[in-house]
């Protein structure tokens, strides 16, 4: 208590105390802190205008910018060991997250400074409660190591709860936003929960996204789709469900559900993401509709798909390559088919001429 009367007696917006708190803020968190404004009051909180958290080396650029943060606190749980803040606030804010070679996350080596110094790495003394963190008009990138963007999020808006201890940390947030430069278009809704055991395992999560008025804008899987079966309208489909259900630990992405269905071809399956390279390896299926599929160029191909008894031809083919060039075997598995179909061909001609 006598830390908080002395603070609560000390001058707190003069530019020696935003520098000295900044300072000590980095310090923390193994990167660069800026702020151009500080108002802190010890029994109402904290307000930061104008504030920048740089990558942890060797990263670079900014990992957050915001126009403002706004905390709100209180006091007297400390008395029991627990730091409660009842809100949190984001307005405005940039937030780019990239892992490095290796996939580990610029977020996840804030204060790795710190924790490299000690040979096993302290738990977190208190437990700390975030009954409210939230998001106001935010963009959220997510980029591959090469810097390529895997999503965009424009006007996000975020309402999650964290609670942290010695044995872990916990996180559940809803989400929505524009999505876009995904090679989808859209507004995302969101639900995630990240979880960390003790304070030097990595995190863990799951959770899944709805694209609702879904668009496929500059989709590098549908634009090698139409290349590849030579139907340009694959390149831009309406699909009328985007559906992603998502695991995260070891530096992938796992989705067991990838959902992507139209009336006129529909495109799904499962697989994983590697963070580190982009690297993608996933078991796909596309589904023509019959209309879709006569048209064909070379009518040997379409035994390629098989009959689904819906109304649609089936062709399972795996996707490869990177986020940024992908690759599918589908070309094989056409020429085998036009080649089994040709062989059916000559053989139904020979039978003919001799019985």
Same mark, same amino acid.
């Given at each position: 208590m006598g830390l908080l009367g002395g603070l609560a007696l000390r001058r707190l917006d003069t530019p020696e105390f935003k520098d000295s !708190?900044? &300072? &000590?803020?980095?310090?923390?968190?193994?990167?660069? #802190?800026?702020?151009? &404004?500080?108002?802190?009051?010890? @029994?109402?909180?904290?307000?930061?205008?104008?504030a920048a958290i740089g990558n942890p080396a060797p990263l670079r650029g900014d990992l957050l910018t915001a126009d403002a943060i706004v905390l709100k606190h209180r006091l007297w749980p400390l008395l029991a060991g627990r730091v409660v803040i009842d809100n949190l606030e984001l307005r405005r804010p940039n937030l780019a997250l #990239?892992?490095?070679?290796?996939?580990?996350?610029?977020?996840?080596? @804030?204060?790795?400074?710190? &924790?490299?110094?000690? +040979?096993v790495p302290a738990a977190l003394p208190l437990r700390v409660t975030l009954e409210r963190f939230g998001i106001e008009d935010g963009t959220l990138t997510v980029s591959d190591a090469t810097r390529t963007a895997l999503l965009r999020l424009d006007r996000l808006a975020v309402?999650? /709860?964290?609670?942290?201890?010695?044995?872990?940390? =916990? /996180?559940?947030a809803r989400l929505r936003g524009a999505l876009s430069s995904s090679g989808f278009a859209g507004t995302l809704f969101a639900e995630a929960r990240v979880e960390r055991r003790g304070s030097a395992g990595l995190p863990t999560g799951q959770g899944h996204a709805d694209v609702r008025d879904c668009r496929v804008e500059r989709s590098a899987l549908f634009s090698l789709l139409a290349t590849t079966l030579q139907l340009p309208e694959l390149a831009r489909p309406e699909l009328d469900?985007?559906?992603?259900?998502?695991?995260?630990?070891?530096?992938?992405?796992?989705?067991? %559900? %990838?959902?992507?269905?139209?009336?006129?071809?529909?495109?799904?399956?499962?697989?994983? !993401? +590697?963070?580190?390279?982009?690297?993608?390896?996933?078991?796909?299926?596309?589904?023509? =509709?019959?209309? @879709?599929?006569?048209?064909?160029? %070379?009518?040997?191909? =379409?035994?390629?798909?098989?009959?689904?008894?819906?109304?649609?031809?089936? @062709?399972?083919?795996?996707?490869?390559?990177?986020? +940024?060039?992908?690759?599918t075997d589908i070309p094989a598995r056409l020429a085998k088919a036009a080649a089994d179909e040709a062989a059916k061909g000559k053989l139904k001609g020979i039978l003919g001429k001799v019985f």
């Open positions: !708190l900044t &300072r &000590r803020a980095g310090a923390a968190l193994g990167t660069t #802190v800026r702020v151009e &404004r500080l108002e802190l009051g010890v @029994l109402s909180g904290l307000r930061l205008e104008g #990239v892992p490095d070679a290796r996939g580990i996350f610029n977020y996840e080596r @804030l204060g790795g400074a710190a &924790r490299s110094k000690a +040979a309402n999650a /709860s964290v609670d942290a201890g010695p044995e872990g940390m =916990r /996180s559940d469900e985007c559906r992603v259900e998502f695991r995260l630990g070891g530096g992938r992405v796992v989705t067991p %559900v %990838v959902a992507l269905k139209g009336k006129p071809v529909q495109v799904t399956g499962t697989g994983s !993401l +590697a963070l580190a390279t982009g690297a993608l390896d996933y078991e796909m299926e596309l589904a023509l =509709r019959a209309e @879709l599929l006569g048209r064909l160029s %070379v009518k040997e191909l =379409r035994a390629a798909f098989k009959d689904r008894g819906d109304g649609y031809g089936v @062709l399972a083919f795996k996707l490869g390559g990177t986020t +940024a060039k992908p690759a």
